[in-house]
């Protein structure tokens, strides 16, 4: 990997990147990083770099001929490569480890262009750069430590630069987590130990107790993370089961009630939807992964006085909607059959809000929807999940429904629609 860093203040940045790790790679040959003076490619012969804006305003802009001259000098150096010339800057893509490992994967040759003063001349961007990157949403004075961190992170994703490609597919931001706490000498510090299970050297264990802290921190220091995870290893399922289960579970001290929903709750509805639905997506769910359940389908439900809501004191804690239509899909199941001659309801969407999961709020929405089809003058209650929702299925077993077979719904195209159905018949 070759990285020109084309900087006003070359020395600053070289004495930064040729210490330590980086600097032992360069020496080994395993990167090359060059940090390039903007100024010796001027054509004036102050060496000017920068000019007042056309249009007035604070401050200078960076020129766009020296920049282009000093690009042209270091790619006729570097020869054809695989490149990229990335512009460092706050309106750029904000800069991840998922940038970092694209970089070093699709790429041997980056040249990282730093503004200052107010940036550089929008033609230059234009005309030459391949990427804008930013560190963050914030304004630095120049590009310099922002292209530092590019380089550091992009260089030790080469082979050859850490000891062990482990030394970073374990790191935070890898695979979406957080690392687990490390702990060295003493094992007893200010009066505080190190784990037990770190002691034990029971390796497996170990194992299992750094996967699980990785999951536990990311869900504490990182919920924006915690919610976009993937988890696809049976393993990795099971801890983060474990995790749902033993935290968050919120007790109900407060007296839980049941009334049909008004135009006001739809906000809290759609909420409890969302975070419903981020749910299912971590447990590759494939239901709900579209715009369904949308407001349109909500304000439906409203107006025909199907929806409704469950509260604990004054908070909307899950809601369900009972509807008294046939459900024409539910005539095509197949692999069984339903109980003949009984007019039905259908519990077609319920969810319980995040923070209730685990307190016991999904046994008390199973008997408000009950208490509603028998308020129909209903005793028989069908519905449907995604094969795949078992928190949903074991609600429906644990409530005494009854696997009838399988069905296919309409209502989200494009997705995974096959769904279990299931019955329940209300005792007289
Ligand atoms: C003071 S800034 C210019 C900001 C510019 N006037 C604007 O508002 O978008 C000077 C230089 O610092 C660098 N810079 C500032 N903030 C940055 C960030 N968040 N990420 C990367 N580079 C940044 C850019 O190279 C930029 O040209």
Known sequence: MRIDILTLFPDTVNAVLHESILGRAAKKGAVEINCVQIRDYTENKQNQVDDYPYGG????????????SCLEAVIRQAGERRRRVIYLSPQGQTYTQETAKRLQ??????????????????RFIEAC????????????????????????????????????????????????????PQYTRPEVWEGRAVPEVLLQGDHAKVERWRRRQQFE????????????????????????REIEKS????????????RPAAEADLPAVLEIVEQARAGLRKFH??????????????????????????????EIAAFFTLSTREEKTYAGITDGKWTEGMAYCVLHRAAVAAKYRGSGMA????RAVEEQARAYGLR????????????????????GYRYRGNIQVLVEPGHDTARQAYEKILKR
């Open 129 to 180: 750069v391949d990427e804008e990157l930013s560190l963050g949403d914030f304004v630095l004075t120049g590009g310099e430590i922002a292209a530092m961190a590019v380089a550091d992170s992009v260089c030790r994703l080469v082979p050859g630069v850490l000891a062990d490609e482990q030394c970073y597919t374990g790191e935070s931001h890898w695979d979406g987590l957080l690392e687990y």
């Open 247 to 258: 935290t968050g579970r919120i007790q109900l001290t407060e007296p839980v009630t049941c």
């Open 57 to 68: 305003g604070f401050g200078c802009v960076m020129m766009a001929q020296p920049l282009k």
């Open 380 to 399: 028989c209650i069908r519905t449907d999940t995604h094969r795949k929702n078992k928190p949903m299925q074991r609600l429906l077993r644990d409530s």
């Open 285 to 314: 769910v494939d239901q709900w992964q579209g715009p369904y359940p949308d407001e349109k389908a909500f304000r439906f439900d409203l107006d025909r006085g199907e929806c409704f809501v469950l509260l604990h004191g004054e």
């Open 105 to 122: 994967r699709d790429y041997d040759h980056l040249v990282l262009v730093c503004g200052h003063y107010e940036g550089v001349d929008e």
């Open 217 to 240: 921190r990311t869900r504490r220091k990182r919920p924006d993370m915690y919610e976009k995870l993937r988890v696809t290893e049976p393993e990795d399922l099971q801890i983060l």
């Open 363 to 366: 046994d008390k929405l199973m």
